[in-house]
């Protein structure tokens, strides 16, 4: 990736991830970047042709407790607020259990990531950083011959999975705010149907998402920030008043419900994209991966913040929870209608800079496709397309809840748990003396299970979702 490039990225979140060149874009604007540069036109259309600069200096590297507030940005969002949801399938004591344990294997897979990216680039000897995808790619090219003329493949599958997920993450935001806007206009007798909702919500987003340049949405992320921080602080406090007995609700849920919660669960795990240039970005960057560095440190306070909200959430509501805890707030209460104003001007804020990611992952090939006259013009209808593409799959898919659990199960699980074992042993298989046993058995197991949440969470999502239309 050309640096100016990275310093592009660098402008678009300091909030939610959930996650450059065509390659890896998704990584650099999914966190709070210290580079003030925002890229010019000209950068762009140079990285689309592949064209390298000498890596620059880092004008402002984080320091511990900066990088560690940054990946509490990156994955404090809607899947936070949807862990009340993943509680109820998965029930008190199996989803607490499986939480911790799936955070361990969702952060065991970024240090995995983070140690093949270490050994490609001392391997490739530049010392440029690179992302997700140009890691895969280049794992695979240091592989024998078949491995190798899959290189490019795997790096565009990479690619096509960090789209999914951030166009998943688009249509649950739009699903997520019309719900939100509906709870307050039923509570002022403006009962307008849920679909009419998210049509009036898709307009201002479709106008944030025609914003080209990355330097005029950087304060979007700043007050989605601030607004998500008040919104879910509020959330927990009223989740803690009078709570029932733990007896009142299932510690473990159904063979049905499970694959849900573990799609839910993956969804707001899927935080991988943030920790390449969250290194990167470090001023001691040795201190990101240490037994007590800013990695684990900091997943292990998310994951607890994870357990609390999602206990509490099931606790206090237990049947009735709803995909976004905001959605449970009392009715007709002044604060409950300012919270869900606050978390939804917060996902909305949100959206055009997760919208950016496929953007500038697909964009390139396509201006290289559409000649050169009237290329802003044509970018500009692009992106509305791609807009009211997420439009129509949230019209489609009106269920947040089933569809955070369907986002997760088909694209977060491949990101999280799929391709760093894979690569993993697609670069220890190299050495000389091979790959050690436990590492294959340790590496095959976090596969098959992404493998099991992806089938039986896409088959349960899909199932839930045709059944909840019937009824």
């Known amino acids: 990736m050309k640096r100016k490039d990275a310093e592009e990225m660098s402008a678009v979140t300091n909030g939610t991830a959930h996650t450059a060149s065509v390659n890896n874009v998704s990584e650099t604007m999914a966190m709070s970047q210290s580079r003030d540069q925002i890229l010019p036109e000209k950068g762009a259309h140079e990285a689309e042709n592949g064209k390298a600069e000498e890596a620059a200096d880092i004008i402002h590297p984080t320091s511990y407790v900066d990088t ?51 050994d490609m680039r001392g391997r490739v000897k530049d010392g440029k950083a690179i992302g997700f995808a140009q890691t895969v790619r280049m794992v695979f090219e240091q592989g024998g011959p078949r491995l190798k003329a899959r290189a490019r493949l795997m790096g565009i599958l990479v690619d096509t999975f960090l789209c999914v997920t951030q166009l998943g993450f688009c249509c649950v935001y739009i699903v997520f705010i019309a719900n939100n806007v509906k709870l307050i206009c039923d509570h002022y007798n403006v009962r307008i149907d849920l679909s009419i909702h998210m049509i009036f919500v898709v307009v201002p987003v479709l106008l944030a998402c025609m914003v080209r340049n990355l330097k005029f949405l950087t304060p979007f992320s700043t007050i989605a920030n601030l607004l998500m921080a ?217 596969i098959l299970l992404g493998v099991f949440i992806f089938i039986t969470g896409t088959y349960e999502s899909v199932a839930s979702i045709i059944r909840a239309f019937q009824q």
């Open 68 to 118: 560690m507030l940054h990946i509490f940005k990156g994955n404090i969002g809607s899947g936070l607020l949807a862990m009340g949801d993943a509680f109820k399938n998965g029930g008190l004591v199996f989803a607490t259990i499986s939480t911790v344990i799936m955070g361990i294997i969702c952060v065991h897979a970024q240090h995995i990531l983070l140690n093949c990216a270490e």
């Open 230 to 446: 008040v919104g879910v602080g509020v959330v927990v406090y009223e989740a803690c008043q009078d709570l029932p007995p733990v007896s009142s609700r299932d510690y473990v849920g159904t063979w049905k419900t499970l694959p849900l919660y573990f799609g839910t669960a993956v969804y707001a795990f899927e935080g991988i994209g943030l920790v390449l240039p969250l290194k990167n970005e470090m001023r001691n960057p040795e201190q990101f991966q240490k037994p007590l560095g800013v990695l684990n440190v900091s997943m292990v306070i998310v994951g607890s913040i994870f357990i609390v909200v999602g206990f509490l959430g099931y606790l206090q509501w237990g049947k009735a929870v709803q995909g976004s805890l905001t959605l449970n707030l009392p009715p007709g209460l002044i604060l409950s209608n300012v919270v869900q104003t606050l978390i939804a001007l917060a996902i909305m804020f949100t959206y055009p800079l997760q919208f950016y990611v496929p953007v500038r992952i697909t964009w390139p090939a396509l201006r290289a496709r559409c000649g050169p006259r009237a290329v802003v013009a044509k970018e500009l209808g692009y992106r509305a397309l791609l807009v009211l593409l997420t439009f129509i799959l949230a019209e489609s898919i009106p269920q947040l809840g089933l569809f955070i659990s369907l986002v997760g199960a088909v694209s977060s699980t491949a990101l999280a748990l799929m391709f760093p074992p894979l690569i993993e042993l697609v670069m220890i298989s190299q050495k000389p003396n091979g790959p050690h046993y436990f590492t294959i058995f340790k590496d095959v197991t976090i």
